[in-house]
């Protein structure tokens, strides 16, 4: 999950949010060609900020609100206090009506668009949560002016692919806009589940052979999330309070657990996940769908976490070679959680976790694995840098480096 360990911090800051004004990324800019590649940058799990509207919402608690407008949700550290993360945990949460996920009626939602979106995901008077900021001031030293030749892509991260079907669309207007302003290939840099999706984005029917190679030069993955994360596991089981001590990790699990994102990170056997990911004197579940389904009814999970892990399966486990140039950078040699093992049964409390080698988030074995499973199709390249953790890695200045010579490559 993509939310920065210095998250924790922000719960002991009595703050005033100071929101900043945001452009839209996308624009009739005509100016005279440049000698670089255009870039797109696509941001990892919750590393977009998303903003909220209530009208007439029928609010949880009478202390949260019923009619507000536009305001920043994720992410708000005021709203995810213990007076108020019911009322944020409200406001996140989608339905599932059986058929489709919905939002909840009376809350809309929008992102903060462009660069805007992925720079920063909490700038406060006194603290700023850096994300792609470090990155994206090196491209604009480098010359790059955004709604020219830099653009940002954020998107809803609590959905899967098959919730984004406007925001795939988009992926591709952006990349070809960006092509005919430049008249030059563009050069495509995620992180996290971004690479997931845009790998997904990759595969569809229409994204033919010969629009990659006429629109993308290469494609630069930071930490991908290719067979999912482990930490999914731990959002279904326990919940994620992402390092607030202030609120119980069951505070934030019903939310979590209405995010088609928990289902589509599952991690997924044919990506080397090939070690149980839960262990129990009774059974051992592996990252199969049969197995997970087994494992939501030992948790009493509702049908809704039945249904979406059904209906993310499929995509999940889209990991076509993307068939252009690939450079592949991840963080390795820090203790990340694979796998649970239960002395008793499943859900007790009496557990340890195994760790494994990767981000702290991400294995770095299922990196890897596709390195090897795509060099036959096209050239991919897979680099490790040793004690990079998962959020922290897009701000790295050895990542940085290596980004921006291979953005400079024709």
């Not at 949010?17 to 870039?39: A, H, M, R, Y």
């Not at 890695?393 to 050895?398: K, S």
Request: some cysteine; overall charge negative.
């Amino acid at each position: 999950m993509l939310v920065p360990k210095t998250l924790l911090l922000f719960f002991f800051l009595l703050i005033v949010f100071v929101s900043g004004s945001s452009t839209s990324p996308l624009n009739d800019k005509t100016e005279e060609e440049t000698s670089k590649n255009p870039i797109v940058i696509i941001p990892g799990c919750m590393g977009s900020k998303l903003e909220a509207k209530l009208t007439d919402h029928k609010k949880k608690h009478w202390w949260c609100s019923s009619n507000k407008d536009w305001f920043l949700l994720w992410i708000n550290v005021e709203l995810f206090v213990p007076e108020l993360i019911e009322c944020a945990g409200d406001y996140m949460q989608l339905e599932w009506d059986g058929k489709a996920i919905q939002y909840q009626k009376g809350i809309d939602y929008r992102l903060v668009p462009g660069l805007e979106g992925i720079q920063y995901l909490q700038p406060t008077l006194w603290f700023v949560e850096k994300y792609f900021h470090k990155m994206i001031e090196e491209f604009k030293n480098e010359g790059y002016q955004e709604g020219r030749d830099l653009f940002g892509l954020p998107y809803d991260f609590r959905m899967g692919p098959n919730n984004l079907t406007t925001w795939f669309k988009e992926v591709k207007s952006y990349i070809e806009t960006a092509y005919n302003i430049n008249n030059k290939k563009v050069n495509v840099i995620t992180h996290s589940m971004g690479g997931k999706l845009f790998n997904y984005f990759m595969a569809q029917k229409e994204i033919t052979k010969e629009w990659k190679a006429t629109y993308v030069s290469k494609w630069i993955p930071i930490a991908p999330a290719w067979g999912g994360a482990f930490e999914t596991i731990e959002e279904l089981i326990w919940g994620m309070n992402f390092g607030d001590i202030l609120v119980k990790k069951t505070e934030y699990r019903p939310f979590e657990r209405s995010f088609p994102m928990s289902y589509y990170l599952l991690p997924i056997e044919n990506v080397d996940w090939s070690e149980p990911i839960i262990v129990t004197p009774q059974k051992n579940y592996m990252a199969t769908l049969p197995d997970y389904l087994e494992m939501m009814n030992a948790l009493d999970l509702p049908q809704s976490s039945k249904d979406l892990a059904t209906t993310q399966w499929e995509q999940m486990n889209v990991i076509d070679p993307p068939m252009v140039p690939t450079y592949i950078l991840y963080g390795t040699g820090v203790d990340t959680n694979c796998q649970v093992e239960y002395s008793d049964y499943l859900g007790s409390d009496n557990y340890k976790i195994k760790t494994c080698s990767g981000d702290g988030t991400v294995s770095d074995v299922t990196v890897v694995a596709l390195c090897e499973d795509w060099k036959d199709d096209h050239f991919v390249s897979c680099e490790g840098f040793k004690d990079r953790e998962h959020v922290s890695i897009v701000e790295d200045d050895d990542i940085i480096n290596r980004v921006n010579s291979l953005v400079k490559q024709d």
